[in-house]
């Protein structure tokens, strides 16, 4: 009887170092699988850093390329304010000076008339 309950016993514990083996080789596959999407994830992360880093200098980059680009036309407008205003008085310039010679050109179409009008009474004495 007690060959039969040291049996039971042995077989007992067989089963539970049996069970304890598998659950320790399914636990080691757990920790492996777990390792392994942890590495991923780390390596995952890492890339987006070096994305955002490297999108951060280009959106710097492009900020910089912005302000130069904003002041370049804001120069730009103020030299087409004073090129306008400059048009503006030549225009009224050119209307002022063809007013003068409209004048001008009047008074010698007279001057003309007043040399004909001598010239012809002088010839006439």
């Known amino acids: 009887m007690e ?3 040291k049996d039971r016993i042995i077989l007992i514990l067989s089963v539970l170092v049996l ?7 399914n636990s ?4 492996q699988k777990q390792k392994k999407q942890k590495e991923k994830e780390i390596l995952q992360r890492m890339e987006l850093e ?4 490297k999108f951060s200098q280009e959106k710097g980059t492009w900020e910089n390329n912005l302000d130069k680009c904003q002041k370049e036309l804001q120069e730009t407008k103020i030299k087409l304010d004073n090129l306008e205003k400059n048009l503006t008085q030549q ?11 409209e004048k001008i050109t009047k ?5 003309e008339e007043d040399l004909k009008e001598a010239l012809t009474t ?3 004495k």
């Open 91 to 101: 225009e009224l310039i050119n209307k002022s000076l063809k007013e003068e010679l």
């Open 19 to 25: 069970v304890f083996f598998v659950t320790t080789i």
């Open 122 to 124: 002088k010839s006439k």
């Open 50 to 53: 070096e994305k955002i880093n």
């Open 3 to 5: 060959e039969a309950l």
């Open 107 to 111: 008074l010698k179409e007279a001057l």
């Open 28 to 31: 080691c596959s757990e920790i």
